[in-house]
């Protein structure tokens, strides 16, 4: 293989199309009212026939089910209700037969209360694992300091009765955080990464990083990051594994971006962009792109093997922590005007398609934007079809429902008369009316809209791998993004406005017969005016995806 060509293969997250889905809620096989890695391997045709690439699992190994998963007992083993070890290896083997890498989510801030190491380490002071995790003789004057769940969270430190010690815990406090810091604890963390990688995974989607690699202890005001361990996992995967990820969730100022991904991209190979997020929703609510223009300015700056993850929706909050109380308080007016619709004083807990009414208009608007931002896309299952919510639900419970195939009942998810977990009947985003079977046979649909996206995007690798610039346009509520790439160049449109306008603006190709826009999603093609300027006349959220020059589309991907 020549060397660009393993170069671009070792890099395929730049090109990636991300979907994250919960095994138990994506659809159910054995009838127990459970979503199942069989089920799930049902599906893998229609994932594979929307374009994704790469499915992002959320936690499926052993678990009390406090924090949805997220409070881990066995890092080395499938949740019965799930599966079993074989149904996962199985699941892997049949991504790669379809050409679908996973990734898996890697809890390791914390364990569950239940799991052995922590029981051993309370019931036993001079067991090996009482130093895994992180203790106080007395409650520390700062324990109900950075708490991470406002109104539901009480504080970061809990008295044990067995141990006879206070104990650290930056969420829940059945999650007590690991001792990062111990050398025993780091090679176990690696153990579990090269565990699931020998079972087919290709990435980790690491949980809370910024907490992962902080000190912890009573003595800690100020923690400070010890980034040199993002070092450390990045080599092991790559001794392991060459091409094997971990795309991090951490919510850090962009100030800080370079030291996650290394200056020489030693460190992580990805992050999610949560500055970009928040000031899109900003957007969003208000038509003023100022602030994500800025939010783009100020995360373009990253080593060239590293890559932002972009998104709108996950299964956490909507976190608006890093935006203005002015602007957060936009945003809650225009998405979440109700009490119950907010979470943790600083976020939304809604799904998309409901925060904006269900308008296809600027469902459309929205993840067009996403797919034209500099990074990799990551979907969330059901946004396919505009899945939404059910509010009666606590905490971030309301956004993480059954997947809605069919009009059958519970949605095609289960066979179960009364699951666990049920799906959202009745209203505007009841299965009756919001699920994949319909949305197949009608090809003006949402999930066909998605679909033609996706595929388009793979077809633009322009937005991936290339540089971009934010173009200067005449009206403050478009936003216009030039990417370019090995001698090729995508422009991208978004009208934040809910009025139709006309924009004008300079494309940046100075060649002359070359200032052609080709539009790649219709025949509306546009070309410069005498004075060199362009002036493409927009509908109210609407957008628009151009290629830049005069040559032809398919001879220009003939150079790539």
């Given at each position: 293989?020549?060397?660009?060509?393993?170069?671009?293969?070792?890099?395929?997250?730049?090109?990636?199309?991300?979907?994250?889905?919960?095994?138990?809620?994506?659809?159910?096989?054995?009838?127990?009212?459970?979503?199942?890695f069989?089920?799930?391997?049902?599906?893998?045709?229609?994932?594979?026939?929307?374009?994704?690439?790469?499915?992002?699992?959320?936690?499926?190994?052993?678990?009390?089910?406090r924090?949805n998963?997220?409070?881990?007992?066995?890092?080395?083993?499938?949740?019965?209700?799930?599966?079993?070890?074989?149904?996962?290896?199985?699941?892997?083997?049949?991504?790669?037969?379809?050409?679908?890498?996973?990734?898996?989510?890697?809890?390791?801030?914390?364990?569950?209360?239940?799991?052995?190491?922590?029981?051993?380490?309370?019931?036993?002071?001079?067991?090996?694992?009482?130093?895994?995790?992180?203790?106080?003789?007395?409650?520390?004057?700062?324990?109900?300091d950075?708490?991470?769940?406002?109104?539901?969270?009480?504080?970061?430190?809990t008295?044990?009765?067995?141990?006879?010690r206070?104990?650290?815990?930056?969420?829940?406090?059945f999650?007590?955080?690991?001792?990062?810091?111990?050398?025993?604890?780091?090679?176990?963390?690696?153990?579990?990464?090269?565990?699931?990688?020998?079972?087919?995974?290709?990435?980790?989607?690491?949980?809370?990083?910024?907490?992962?690699?902080a000190?912890?202890?009573?003595?800690?005001r100020?923690?400070?990051?010890?980034?040199?361990?993002?070092?450390?996992?990045?080599?092991?995967?790559?001794?392991?594994?060459?091409?094997?990820?971990?795309?991090?969730?951490?919510?850090?100022?962009?100030?800080?971006?370079?030291?996650?991904?290394?200056?020489?991209?030693?460190?992580?190979?990805?992050?999610?962009?949560?500055?970009?997020?928040q000031?899109?929703?900003?957007?969003?609510?208000?038509?003023?792109?100022?602030?994500?223009?800025?939010?783009?300015?100020?995360?373009r700056?990253?080593?060239?093997?590293?890559?932002?993850?972009?998104?709108?929706?996950?299964?956490?909050?909507?976190?608006?922590?890093?935006?203005?109380?002015?602007?957060?308080?936009?945003?809650?007016?225009?998405?979440?005007?109700?009490?119950?619709?907010?979470?943790?004083?600083?976020?939304?807990?809604r799904?998309?398609?409901?925060?904006?009414?269900?308008?296809?208009?600027?469902?459309?608007?929205?993840?067009?934007l996403?797919l034209?931002?500099?990074?990799?896309?990551?979907?969330?299952?059901?946004?396919?079809?505009?899945?939404?919510?059910?509010?009666?639900?606590?905490?971030?419970?309301?956004?993480?429902?059954?997947?809605?195939?069919?009009?059958e009942p519970?949605?095609?998810?289960?066979?179960?008369?009364?699951?666990?977990?049920?799906?959202?009947?009745?209203?505007?985003?009841?299965?009756?009316?919001?699920?994949?079977?319909?949305?197949?046979?009608?090809?003006?649909?949402?999930?066909?809209w998605m679909?033609?996206?996706?595929?388009?995007?793979r077809?633009?690798?322009?937005?991936?791998?290339?540089?971009?610039?934010?173009?200067?346009?005449?009206?403050?509520?478009?936003?216009?993004?030039?990417?370019?790439?090995?001698?090729?160049?995508?422009?991208?449109?978004?009208?934040?406005?809910?009025?139709?306008?006309?924009?004008?603006?300079?494309?940046?190709?100075?060649?002359?017969?070359?200032?052609r826009?080709?539009?790649?999603?219709?025949?509306?093609?546009?070309?410069?005016?005498?004075?060199?300027?362009?002036?493409?006349?927009?509908?109210?959220?609407?957008?628009?995806?151009?290629?830049?020059?005069?040559?032809?589309?398919l001879?220009?991907?003939?150079?790539?």
């Amino acid at each position: 293989m020549p060397l660009k060509d393993r170069m671009l293969n070792d890099l395929w997250y730049k090109n990636a199309i991300v979907y994250c889905l919960s095994v138990g809620t994506f659809m159910d096989a054995n009838g127990d009212g459970v979503g199942d890695f069989q089920g799930l391997l049902r599906r893998l045709d229609y994932l594979q026939g929307l374009g994704v690439t790469t499915i992002w699992l959320m936690p499926f190994q052993p678990s009390p089910g406090r924090d949805n998963g997220y409070d881990i007992s066995d890092y080395y083993n499938v949740d019965p209700k799930y599966g079993t070890l074989g149904d996962f290896s199985e699941f892997t083997h049949a991504c790669r037969e379809r050409g679908l890498r996973v990734m898996i989510d890697l809890v390791v801030n914390h364990t569950s209360d239940q799991h052995p190491w922590f029981r051993e380490a309370r019931s036993d002071p001079d067991s090996q694992y009482r130093d895994w995790y992180v203790w106080s003789d007395k409650q520390p004057p700062n324990a109900k300091d950075g708490v991470v769940f406002p109104g539901v969270q009480k504080s970061t430190w809990t008295f044990d009765k067995q141990a006879k010690r206070w104990y650290f815990h930056r969420f829940y406090e059945f999650q007590p955080d690991l001792n990062t810091a111990n050398p025993y604890v780091r090679a176990e963390l690696l153990k579990i990464m090269g565990f699931w990688i020998q079972l087919g995974v290709s990435g980790f989607r690491m949980d809370a990083v910024p907490f992962v690699i902080a000190t912890k202890g009573p003595k800690v005001r100020e923690p400070v990051e010890q980034y040199d361990m993002l070092r450390e996992f990045r080599e092991f995967l790559q001794w392991r594994q060459g091409d094997a990820i971990i795309l991090a969730e951490a919510n850090v100022l962009p100030d800080t971006d370079l030291e996650y991904f290394g200056d020489e991209g030693e460190r992580l190979q990805m992050m999610f962009n949560f500055q970009l997020n928040q000031n899109t929703f900003y957007a969003l609510a208000t038509g003023d792109t100022a602030p994500l223009k800025k939010a783009l300015t100020a995360t373009r700056p990253r080593p060239a093997t590293a890559q932002w993850g972009v998104f709108l929706r996950n299964h956490d909050e909507l976190d608006l922590g890093r935006l203005t109380p002015e602007q957060r308080e936009a945003v809650f007016a225009a998405f979440a005007p109700e009490p119950d619709m907010q979470l943790y004083e600083r976020g939304i807990r809604r799904r998309l398609a409901p925060m904006l009414a269900g308008d296809r208009r600027r469902l459309e608007l929205a993840y067009s934007l996403m797919l034209t931002l500099p990074g990799t896309p990551v979907f969330r299952y059901g946004d396919e079809i505009g899945m939404g919510d059910d509010l009666r639900l606590p905490e971030r419970e309301c956004a993480r429902t059954p997947m809605q195939w069919s009009t059958e009942p519970e949605g095609g998810f289960t066979k179960h008369a009364k699951p666990p977990c049920r799906v959202i009947t009745g209203g505007a985003y009841g299965f009756e009316r919001v699920n994949v079977a319909s949305q197949r046979r009608d090809p003006n649909s949402f999930l066909n809209w998605m679909e033609r996206m996706i595929r388009m995007r793979r077809e633009v690798p322009e937005i991936s791998w290339g540089d971009f610039d934010v173009l200067r346009t005449s009206r403050s509520d478009v936003l216009a993004l030039r990417f370019d790439w090995r001698n090729n160049s995508v422009l991208c449109l978004h009208n934040f406005g809910a009025e139709a306008c006309t924009v004008k603006f300079r494309s940046g190709c100075n060649e002359p017969g070359q200032n052609r826009l080709i539009n790649l999603l219709s025949d509306e093609h546009s070309e410069e005016q005498d004075d060199g300027r362009h002036a493409v006349v927009l509908e109210p959220y609407g957008y628009r995806w151009y290629r830049v020059g005069g040559l032809d589309y398919l001879l220009r991907r003939s150079e790539i």
